[in-house]
């Protein structure tokens, strides 16, 4: 339906030399039933070769179970100003709801100097939102080293691989409405 949806034949604003909307099924695997994709992080590892063909200088990350509105420009603008490797969407959440999200502790600037996945005692408030934009050059490095983990997950092996080899990591705070809707209490 997705598919059907989108050739409709509505102005997307992709209708550019190289642009479009891409429905990238995911790859079977003969050990995994249905369980197609092992991790936040193995749709992307999965399509290296196809994102290659495009030899991008960024690539934008989003979960598709999050309900928000955002400009992606202002984003990259902040990536692109900070020289970064990757780029973090981050939103403060009560600091009792804080353990149940990847936490970002920051010095000024939005440099981040520590990623806590779901800290029984988070040091601070900045949530991960599950938007990334990575250098593509440092995502396939991470994505490479990291192909061999058991469910591939941004929050436990790339960003970690990635501030461990001294990558530049920052936050870029959203300041708009955002849920996840990823589970039924959702």
Known sequence: ????????????????????????????????????????????????????????????????????????????????????????????VPMKEASRFGIMNTEEGGKIVEFEEKPAEPKSNLASMGIYIFSWNVLKEALHAMKDQSGCDFGKHIIPYCHERG????????NGYWKDVGTLGS
């Open 1 to 92: 339906q997705l598919n059907s949806y989108v050739a409709a034949g509505g102005r997307w604003g992709l209708d550019a030399k190289d642009s479009g909307v891409y429905v990238l099924p995911p790859r079977e695997k003969a050990d995994e039933n249905l369980n197609v994709y092992r991790g936040t992080a193995d749709a992307i590892s999965q399509n290296i070769d196809f994102i290659d063909k495009f030899d991008p200088e960024y690539v934008l990350v989003l979960s598709g179970d999050h309900i928000y509105k955002m400009n992606y420009d202002k984003m990259l603008a902040a990536h692109k100003e900070a020289k970064a490797d990757a780029t973090i969407a981050v939103i403060g």
């Open 167 to 174: 990558k530049r990591l920052f936050a870029y705070e959203f």
